[in-house]
């Protein structure tokens, strides 16, 4: 994780967490890997969670990667990521 948070751009660098393949319900801070790269340091961490394809399609929702330097997709069950974002902005700006 240290050598993600030095590839980001350091522990100030603005990171995007994605837990959606975990089954999570809600932007939770303390998903596994946002709470260990806040505990190496870390201190610009946003966690970005839906299962809600309109959420998942607004600019709004996409406004931390504006600025992101990483992004972190969290272990699970992949195609909960597909299922909320396939064919929405955030599968464009995940591609970009």
Do not use: P
């Given at each position: 994780m240290d050598?993600?948070?030095?590839?980001?751009g350091g522990k100030d660098a603005p990171i995007v967490c994605m837990p959606?393949?975990?089954g999570r319900s809600k932007d939770d801070i303390f998903f596994i890997n946002a709470k260990y790269m806040m505990d190496l340091g870390a201190t610009n961490v946003t966690v970005l969670n839906t299962n809600d394809r309109k959420k998942a399609d607004s600019k709004e929702?996409?406004?931390p990667f504006e600025?992101?330097?990483g992004v972190c997709f969290g272990g699970g069950e992949q195609w909960r990521l597909v299922d909320a974002c396939k064919n929405t902005l955030t599968e464009k700006m995940i591609g970009e």
């Open positions: 050598i993600f948070i030095n590839a980001a959606w393949a975990d929702f996409l406004k600025n992101a330097k």
